[in-house]
Structures are given as C-alpha cells and as structure tokens.
C-alpha cells in the first residue's frame, strides 16, 4: 500500500495519464497493471468493479440531486447495497456530509463539493484511490480536512491513494512516494524524502 504523487507543470499529461488508468482516454503504449494483473482490456466499468476508485478534477458530482442521491449514487449503479460501517467512516472523515444530507449538490462550496466526491468514490471500498488535483480552489481548512481523510485512510492499510497534485507541500506531507512529467514522460522519480530543491527548480517551478 502506497501514497504517490503524480505531478509536473500544467499541460505536462497528469489527469491524461489518470484519465487512461481508467480507460476514459486509450493508452498509446506501455502496460496498466492492478494486483499484478493487466486490466489493459478492461472498460472504465470494469476497472472500477476491480478496484479503481476515481475522482476528477472538478469533482463532477451532480449539482439538482441531494448530497444523498450523490453519495450514494455509485453503490446504486453497481448494484451494491449500503454499508452502514463504510457510511459511518464516510461521515467520520467528512462530517459535513452526514450534516447536508437534504441539500443539492449544486448549493455546496467547492470544498464540501470536493469532500462529496471523495466519499462518494470511498463507498465503492477501492484498491487504489485516484484523486486529480483534489486542493484545486478549495479554501485551506477544507485542504486540511482532505490531507486528514488520506492520512487516516493510509493508517487503515486497505487502499493505496494515487494522487495528482500542484500544492508542493501537500504532496510532501502526504506521499510515500513521487514521479515528476515532463514532455510526455518520467522525468524523474523516488521516494518523497529526494525531492530535493534541485528537482523542483527544475521541473515544477513555474
């Protein structure tokens, strides 16, 4: 189980290369892997039955149904019944949820839009959870309550979280581990601890 950090300048192919994890856009080249098992043939449907849990930038929730109809909106379309237990972590990581049950979507802030969208993709109990630039305008005590909700989550041990992010410290805070783009490609890659001033001079300052 790991925390990694995709990141690189705007344009570089970060929400491409989840977008082609979850097989929204084909994969040029090269081989996507879950559990040790190639899922290169496997439709967005599928891959989210096996384990990908994803939220895109902009969250996309659905802004005339409730919070409610959004949670719960993906057990609804696999087919899954509700959980109690994974519904109270749900609550436990974002309480504001449990508090505007009744409201639509569309009336929330960005950052509670944002913690709806993180619960909602935590309900399907992923393997790997993708989150594409989850700090994008979000005020910072909702970007403390997210790097919580991971960090707990990386505590439990039953998920890995894959993260694209532009907030330096963020990823420093939260990642295991990070790969950098650039021009199509891994610039560079390792573990949190060497990204160095050098590597973000180089590749991430704009």
């Known amino acids: 189980l790991f925390r990694s950090c995709l990141m690189g300048r705007n344009g ?35 891959r989210a039955q096996l384990g990908l849990g994803y939220v895109p930038q902009g969250r ?30 749900v ?14 979507g ?4 960005g950052g509670q839009q944002q913690q709806l969208a993180i619960g909602r993709a935590l309900l399907t109990n992923p393997k790997l959870l993708i989150l594409d630039e989850p700090t994008e305008g979000i005020q910072p005590n909702i970007i403390d309550q ?31 581990d990070f790969a950098i783009l650039e021009r199509g490609g891994v610039a560079a890659s390792g573990a949190m601890s060497g990204l160095g001033d050098h590597l973000v001079t180089k590749f991430l300052t704009v």
């Open 91 to 104: 609550y436990t990581l974002f309480p504001i949820i449990k508090e505007f049950l009744h409201r639509k």
């Open 12 to 46: 570089v192919g970060k929400s491409t290369t989840l977008k082609a994890l979850m097989a929204l856009l084909p994969a040029d080249s090269g081989e996507i892997q879950l559990d040790g098992s190639s899922i290169d043939r496997a439709s967005s449907a599928d």
């Open 146 to 176: 997210i790097g919580d909700a991971i960090k707990m989550l990386r505590a439990e041990g039953k998920m890995s979280v894959l993260l694209v992010e532009q907030y330096l410290d963020f990823c420093k805070e939260l990642g295991d």
């Open 60 to 89: 996309e929730i659905f802004p005339h149904l409730t919070v409610e109809e959004n949670l719960f909106i993906g057990l609804t379309a696999r087919g899954l019944k509700r959980n109690a237990d994974d519904t109270d972590r």
């Open 106 to 109: 569309g009336m929330l802030s």
